[in-house]
């Protein structure tokens, strides 16, 4: 097979799709079926290495010169299949399924495929003979407005890898005075357009819970333009000197901040999986998201992480608190989202995508 594959961010490039990405490619590259990927980004700059079978091209961020260079791609190397990364990349995914003949394998992240776009034009998924969603909940709001059969729509989780095995970081903690602390923690994009993922709610149950766990403290890691009004927000709740905003925080130190939360907590109601709970659980510490999106699926409906409805945030928080951590829990993590079950399940929606598109509904 030869792939050309039409995607916002890979290699290179921070955040959630990105590694799905990164995961997503590697495992292709660890297939025989594969003979070939072409990896086309908006974002990113492409590493000096990377596996066998891989070739990820610079960075197009204009929609003219992505669209040139897909096209350049596309007469020089004659793909045939397409994988589109993103539903805003599947028009020009189209014309080029269109141009090559090549059937296209499309996969959904989230919000952006929930509800019915503006323009989606007439015969949208005419050439898509496979769509792959990284939750339930974002399976099930696709197929509410788009005209595909379930059969070729799955689910195709993110991964994680887990790390060396969980434990306290006593200097880290000293490092930040949080030797006799409890420690919630939240990670992720303090952006405006994503201000559904949560934090404001857990700084508003701060006030409750602290006449209960008295010792608690807030990490807030991450940045972005909603900041200030979180800042504020906890100023307003009299409480600004239990929430510590962190910044954006690096890769290699989020093992680390991970390892001394004793919670981690994301109510977020926008979320088309949260690879961050997993991130959290695969270190050992309890995650707790709402049950109200995608993140159900990395907190397998309560009985990995924990669940709760917006009302009872503050109630589920203290409870999470109150409980003993499962020692096993970075183990259970990585048999039900390691790259080794990743990886098979991959192979399994290769080979059927390789084969005649009824073969789809086998898989």
């Not at 090549?102 to 034009?121: E, N, S, V």
């Not at 183990?331 to 073969?359: C, I, K, M, S």
């Amino acid at each position: 097979m030869r792939l050309l594959a039409l995607v916002t961010d890979a290699f290179g490039a921070p955040g959630g799709i990105a590694q799905y990405n990164r995961d997503l490619f590697t495992a292709l590259a660890g297939s025989e079926v594969i003979e070939h990927v072409d990896i086309l980004p908006r974002n990113g700059t492409p590493p000096s290495k990377l596996p066998e079978r891989l070739h990820q091209h610079n960075a197009q961020a204009g929609k003219l010169a992505y669209t040139a260079k897909a096209l350049r791609l596309a007469k020089r190397n004659k793909p045939n299949r397409i994988f589109c990364g993103h539903i805003n990349l599947l028009p020009l995914a189209r014309w080029m399924a269109r141009y090559t003949g090549a059937p296209i394998w499309l996969q959904l992240h989230g919000i952006d495929a929930w509800d019915k776009p503006r323009r989606t034009g007439k015969g949208l998924f005419d050439h898509v003979q496979l769509v792959t969603c990284v939750s339930r909940y974002t399976r099930r709001r696709f197929l509410s407005w788009a005209n595909m059969n379930p059969s070729g729509v799955k689910v195709l989780p993110n991964t994680v890898a887990t790390p060396l095995p969980a434990h306290r970081d006593q200097s880290r903690r000293t490092a930040l005075a949080l030797e006799d602390k409890k420690v919630l923690l939240t990670v992720g994009r303090l952006a405006a357009s994503e201000a559904y993922k949560g934090q404001d709610r857990v700084i508003k149950c701060l006030p409750e819970l602290l006449k209960k766990i008295p010792n608690l403290v807030y990490l807030i890691a991450g940045d972005g333009d909603d900041r200030p009004r979180l800042e504020q927000l906890a100023q307003q709740q009299g409480i600004a000197d239990r929430v510590r905003f962190l910044g954006k925080v690096p890769d290699d130190e989020l093992d680390t901040l991970y390892h001394l939360a004793d919670l981690f907590v994301m109510p977020s109601t926008g979320e088309g999986f949260g690879i961050v709970y997993l991130e959290a659980m695969a270190r050992g510490t309890p995650a707790l998201g709402l049950d109200a999106n995608g993140s159900t699926d990395p907190l397998q409906d309560g009985k990995l992480g924990r669940v709760c409805d917006e009302f009872t945030l503050c109630q589920a928080i203290e409870q999470a608190l109150a409980t003993p951590p499962d020692p096993n829990l970075a183990q259970r993590t990585q048999d039900t989202f390691g790259y080794a079950r990743f990886n098979n399940h991959v192979e399994r929606l290769l080979n059927a995508f390789n084969a005649p598109a009824t073969a789809m509904e086998a898989h």
